[in-house]
Nanobody, 112 residues
Framework: QVHFVESGGGLVRPGGSLTLSCVAS????????IAWYRQTPGSHRDLIAA???????NYADSVKGRFTISRDDAKNAIYLQMIDLKPEDTATYYC??????WGQGTQVTVSS
């Protein structure tokens, strides 16, 4: 069974940028749709970006125009490029796909 490990989080000032990585323990070539989610304490885990066959992407309104999801099947990796970060982007970020267990996530904190 494939597992995902997220990394790349950290502390960044408002307006800054980060790129998150999600590396799979096995091939993702047959995983058609993969998404990034985020969660803050006491809140639901929200889908913020997804990538589908053919490279089709969709984004939550809150991140549209600022976040970009991509995948590299040769590296079994999924990325989330984030620019113009805002304090409200502070959360734990997870990547996930159907039938894949949730990983530990990576913490992003946006603060001055």
């Amino acid at each position: 069974q494939v597992h995902f490990v997220e990394s790349g989080g950290g502390l960044v000032r408002p307006g800054g940028s980060l790129t998150l990585s999600c590396v799979a323990s096995g091939s993702i070539a047959k995983i058609y749709s993969i998404a990034w989610y985020r969660q803050t304490p006491g809140s639901h885990r929200d889908l913020i970006a997804a990538i589908h066959p053919g490279g089709i992407t969709n984004y939550a309104d809150s991140v549209k125009g600022r976040f970009t999801i991509s995948r590299d099947d040769a590296k079994n990796a999924i990325y989330l490029q984030m620019i113009d970060l805002k304090p409200e982007d502070t959360a734990t970020y997870y990547c996930n796909a159907p039938l894949v267990p949730w990983g530990q996530g990576t913490q992003v904190t946006v603060s001055s």
